[in-house]
């Protein structure tokens, strides 16, 4: 029997579905903002709540506001990106910032370090470039951007 994976607190016109490895993710746009929901495997933090429980509802994942306090108004979320094969996950906000959580165990975040998020984490390394289009695999991150491409994992 079919059932609904959002509550009606979540509705609005889906604007993207993805899914991962064993996580879903849903990118709404509701009143002119957009939101991303999630659901499923959550055993990197991919699912960007902050913890490791997996998830059997939909929740909405939000964008740190503390550091949408320090640069200005909160971004929302206008694309996002999930590679099939992949426990990470990114975003791109209305300000075009890059945000990524989940699996970091290779470098794939692109964040400087190992450490795999359980919270959406901004991903900054693109010298003023504008990033357009992300490409998650299981192990590396293509951050396709005007005029130049980066590759990143730990080889």
């Known amino acids: ?35 991303v929901v999630a659901c499923g495997r959550n055993d990197v933090g991919q699912l960007g709540d902050g913890s490791y429980d997996d998830s059997f509802r ?21 694309k996002m990106f999930v590679g099939p094969s992949s426990k990470s996950v990114f975003f791109i906000d209305s300000h075009e910032r ?25 991903v900054d390394h693109f010298d003023g470039g504008k990033v357009d289009s992300i490409s998650a695999g299981a192990s590396h991150t293509l951050f396709r951007y005007v005029g130049r491409y980066d590759y990143w994992n730990d080889s």
Do not use: C
């Open 1 to 35: 029997i079919p059932v609904p994976l959002m509550d009606a607190a979540y509705s609005g016109m889906v604007l993207s579905f993805q899914a991962g490895y064993q996580s879903s993710y849903h990118l709404l746009n509701k009143d002119e903002v957009g939101n």
């Open 58 to 78: 939909t929740f909405v994942v939000g964008l740190p506001t503390p550091f949408a306090a320090t640069v200005g108004l909160p971004g929302t979320v206008v």
């Open 98 to 122: 890059v945000w990524g959580m989940g699996s970091n165990s290779n470098g794939q975040l692109g964040v400087g370090d190992l450490d795999d998020r359980t919270k959406p984490t901004t």
